[in-house]
Structures are given as C-alpha cells and as structure tokens.
C-alpha cells in the first residue's frame, strides 16, 4: 500500500508582544505568512549580531521557541479530536521540532494512545500500528529564517524534547536540515520539497495509507505550492492561508519536487 493522503496542520496561537518594527529584519514568515506582517512574536533578533532574546521564557531556554497560549493549548486539544475522526485514518505523525509544534500535536497523539489502549483491552487492536502513537521530529517541517550573515536558533535536542513530550521518537532522524544562515523563498521550497519527498518515500516503504505533518504558516505555505505543482506568479500570493491549527489535506501525491 502507497501513501494516499497528507494532512498538515499548523501549530496553535503563541504569544504575541507587540507590532513589528519597520527596523525589524525579516528573518521569519511565522506572522508574516509570506508578505503580510502583523505582530511579532515573542522574540527579537538585533540583525546587527544575530542575538536573537525573548520577552517571556521558552521552555526550552530557546528565545525563538515560544509554548502556545491558553487559547493555542485549547485549539491543540480541539485538533487532537478532530483528527481521531478524519478518513482515512492517521498512521504516522511528523512534526516540526519546534515546541510550539509539538505541542499542538500531543493531543493527538494522546488520544491515539488512548484509543488503541481501549481496543487492546477489549482484545481488539493487538497489531495495531503504534507509529501514530509517537511523534517523528522531522527538521524539514522545520521554521523558515530568511538568510541572514549570522546563523538562526534551531531547536532543542532529542534528548531535551524527550523529557517534555514523553511521545516523541527520539530515534527518528531527520531527512532535511535548514540552512543555519537561514534560507531564500527558493530554498524554502527546495527543502520542503526534499523533506517531504522523503516522508512520502519512508511512508511508502512502511505502507502507511495517511499521515498528519504538523509545522509553520511559512513552511505549510510552502508544502501547499510543493504538493500541488503551482507556485504564484509574486511570492506575496494569498495562495495557501496558514491559519493556526487549519488542516488542509492533500491527495495529490506525485513527485513533489
């Protein structure tokens, strides 16, 4: 059996700080979604050093790794129950590295376990694929920098993430790194279209039928032209709006690159 069906979701609301400087450099699309700039995250960088601080604390000591807001966690919980009921149903989860990610996705994944814990008990279940029950940290989902002379965050360790989503695979290696010094929009897609042509590979190989990417308004934008074959004429198309936590679902698996 081949890979049928993609489903991708964007993480859930993090915190907001304040609007964006027109001095700000443009290192990310994360509220930008590719031209349009609202608010800014809660994190700065000073484009003269690369310092990158942030207003409130990262869980994992990372200024450009924000946790989710009350309202994100409530929208991760919500999206955790809307993907037990999606068709056909899920057998692997990637995620960004990213907390905020994680995060959103971990509902999911705890509702799966949850399941396939009832049917096991009702002696139902026991060959059940367990792959939906873990998380599969894939750096090619990863969160876009715009190149820059100093090199951009990346996110915590396996071994970090591991003692804060218990779900996480920390065995998974990663098929696709981003750039350090952060990417162009042409890189962006190069390394989209790479990391998700090899989930579609591994996916086939293992015979999964449906999958659930979870990422960044920057990176779905991006998988969204990568999957479809149809990239705008302006970069600053409203062609795929990444709202937090939408899913959008993709059969149309050819060659993504």
């Known amino acids: 059996m081949s890979l049928e069906v993609i489903y991708i979701a964007r993480h859930g609301v993090v915190v907001v700080s304040g609007f964006i400087s027109e001095t700000d450099i443009p290192t990310t699309m994360e509220d930008d979604a590719l031209g349009a700039p609202q608010f800014r995250s809660n994190w700065l960088v000073d484009p003269s050093t690369g310092s990158y601080t942030a207003s409130i604390p990262s869980p994992t000591g990372i200024p450009a790794d ?20 999606v068709e056909p149903p899920i057998e692997a989860v990637y995620s960004s590295p990213y907390y905020r990610c994680l995060q959103t996705i971990t509902p999911f994944v705890t509702l799966q376990k949850e399941r396939l814990n009832r049917l096991q008990g009702q002696d139902v279940g026991r060959n059940a694929d367990t792959d939906a029950i873990t998380i599969r940290p894939e750096h090619g989902l990863c969160e876009w920098y715009g190149a820059a002379p100093f090199e951009h965050p990346t996110p915590a360790s396996s071994d970090v993430l591991k003692s804060m989503f218990p779900h996480l695979n920390d065995t998974y290696r990663s098929a696709v790194f981003p750039a350090r010094n952060g990417e162009t929009i042409a890189q962006l897609h190069d390394r989209v279209a790479a990391g998700v042509q090899a989930i579609i590979e591994q996916c086939d190989a293992e015979g999964k039928r449906a999958v659930v990417l979870c990422s960044h308004a920057a990176s779905i934008i991006a998988l969204g032209r990568v999957l479809t074959g149809v990239m705008p ?7 795929f709006r990444a709202f937090t936590t939408i899913v959008f679902r993709d059969t149309n698996l050819g060659d993504p690159r």
């Open 66 to 85: 924000p946790e989710l807001t009350a309202h994100g966690v409530d929208q991760a919980k919500e999206l955790g129950a809307h993907l037990l009921t």
């Open 233 to 239: 004429e302006t970069i600053d198309a409203e062609d």
